[in-house]
């Protein structure tokens, strides 16, 4: 379960992120956080893998205080939580496969799972003809995909997608939202922030809107309310 | 977990340690200038004590002795002088000796064996030549000579020589401390220099060492590969420069045999490639490893 308890996040006077959200996502939830860009979805999500830390409030992950753990146990939390970053922060110096493979090893997951479960996730995505391709030999869609990829393959409890579907053709980006609901059902909680219209409205979940940093609007089965 | 994750950070290590082969080799190259550096300082520090303590060794005082001194008197203030803490060692030089000194110096002057020959008797004195262990204690050697009195000592020539003795011993004093000194700076400029190149390194790859944090690498996890860099980086380099001192010296050592008969730099190399070789490595290494761990530390607070 994620719990934002009365969670603000400040840069100075003038760039207020996010005021006073109070949110919670029950296990295997699939929520869309919505909202015009600058409303704060990136920080929401950010705050929650801490990247960074709020100014005010706290925010709990399966009962533990994400906003009090110390930095070297950080990576504990994150290895919990998938996430598929908006500017997909793949390493350049590693392949496709060396990518994916590099959270599993981090994690400490044994070869043979390596050898085994990487491909399988390539083959998801569709690249496994591009899995010694570099960040640079890839194009915006494949580079989403192996991003996407690599948030699912520690099969965590949570999956954070910021603007997954950004960079994908249509046809590409209901494969991906089919993908995530799939994963879904097998017992993944997913909060996915995106612009994408047609995704929310045909996927009939709940939607959480933001706007100036505050939730203006929490519905199950929502629609994409904002112009 | 623990040898699978060091058998990771090894791999890794290597693998950027290649990948990166531009950055390696600049890092490589620096290093190997600062170790031919740091390995120059110990070759001059080693040519230069050699040079000072030849030219200390040359400093002494010369006790001249009474015709008439009979030698076991003149033995008995040998011992007693060899008795003070100051005294390195006392060489007696008897008046047959002296002598015979005089004759081979000047063998083959005519003029000189001819006027030995007028003369008759041994016109030379008995004399006993003390060095100090440091050259700054000639003056106190001389002061308990003067304090006993004997009165076999026709005279004491460390007063003749008084102001050149204690010259050059201020001199070798402030030689050895401005060379260490010098040492010990450039050194210090080399590590920096160093420390400096390993830092842009990994500067180059901050982006990447956060990206590894948010996936959920742990710190060591991350910090590894580039301590196992390091060392790469100091071997290597280590490696590098012991096999560029190998014929550089070996070419030298006839050249500054020339000039330094005492000192064979060759030989001193071979005698000390162990001491040399773990110097070179174990600095190479520790500078490598230290200048990683500092330079990425800022980057994993992430």
Redesign the interface.
């Known amino acids: 379960m994620i719990f934002f308890d009365n969670v603000s996040k400040i840069y100075n006077h003038h760039s207020v992120a996010l005021k006073n959200v109070n949110l919670r996502v029950n296990p295997k939830e699939f929520v869309f956080i919505v909202g015009s860009s600058g409303a704060g979805k990136t920080t929401l999500l950010k705050l929650l893998?801490r990247?960074e830390t709020p100014t005010d409030g706290k925010i709990f992950l399966d009962g533990i205080e994400v906003t009090d753990i110390g930095?070297?146990e950080?990576?504990k939390v994150?290895?919990r939580i998938g996430?598929v970053?908006q500017d997909y922060?793949?390493?350049?110096?590693k392949t496709a496969y060396e990518n994916i493979a590099?959270?599993m090893?981090?994690?400490?997951r044994?070869?043979a799972e390596i050898e085994e479960d990487v491909p399988e996730v390539l083959e998801l995505v569709g690249l496994s003809d591009k899995r010694d391709n570099f960040p640079h030999q890839l194009s915006g869609g494949e580079k989403q995909r192996v991003a996407i990829a690599?948030a699912l393959v520690?099969r965590p409890d949570v999956i954070l997608a910021d603007e997954a579907t950004g960079d994908l053709d249509p046809i590409n980006t209901l494969e991906i939202v089919k993908l995530l609901q799939k994963i879904n059902e097998l017992g993944t909680t997913i909060v996915l922030a995106t612009h994408n219209k047609e995704i929310v409205n045909s996927a009939d979940r709940r939607v959480i809107v933001l706007d100036k940093g505050e939730i203006i609007s929490d519905k199950e089965k929502g629609k994409y309310l904002l112009i | 977990m623990f040898f699978t994750n060091l058998r990771r950070i090894t791999k890794t290590g290597i693998l950027n340690y290649k990948r990166n082969g531009w950055l390696s080799t600049a890092t490589v190259l620096v290093m190997i200038l600062m170790l031919f550096v740091i390995g120059n300082l110990v070759f001059t520090g080693a040519l230069a004590s050699v040079i000072l303590s030849s030219f200390e060794s040359k400093v002494d005082i010369s006790v001249y002795f009474l015709p008439d001194a009979p030698e076991n008197s003149i033995i008995s203030i040998k011992k007693e002088l060899e008795t003070l803490p100051d005294v390195r060692d006392i060489n007696y030089i008897s008046r047959e000796a002296a002598l015979e000194l005089f004759r081979n110096r000047h063998k083959g002057n005519q003029l000189i064996a001819a006027a030995l020959e007028e003369i008759g008797e041994n016109p030379l004195q008995a004399s006993l030549n003390i060095r100090a262990k440091d050259p700054s204690r000639y003056a106190a050697i001389s002061e308990f000579l003067l304090q006993k009195n004997y009165r076999e000592i026709d005279k004491i020539n460390y007063f003749e020589n008084q102001q050149v003795i204690e010259r050059m011993g201020a001199i070798f004093k402030t030689l050895r401390g401005a060379g260490t000194f010098l040492a010990f700076f450039l050194a210090f400029i080399a590590v920096l220099v160093t420390f400096n190149t390993i830092r842009l390194a990994i500067y180059t790859m901050r982006e990447e060492i956060g990206i590894m944090r948010l996936v959920g690498a742990s710190r060591w996890f991350i910090r590894g590969p580039f301590i196992v860099s390091g060392i790469l980086y100091g071997a290597t380099s280590a490696l590098i420069t012991l096999m560029i001192f190998f014929p550089l010296i070996w070419l030298i050592s006839p050249r500054l045999a020339l000039l330094v008969p005492e000192f064979n730099i060759f030989q001193y190399f071979l005698d000390n490639l162990i001491v040399f070789a773990v110097l070179m490595f174990g600095g190479g290494i520790v500078i490598g490893v230290l200048s990683s761990w500092i330079a990425i530390r800022r980057y994993l607070q992430v």
């Open positions: 893998i990247e930095i070297g950080m990576h994150r290895r996430t970053f922060k793949l390493l350049p110096t590099f959270v090893e981090a994690a400490g044994a070869d690599r520690n």
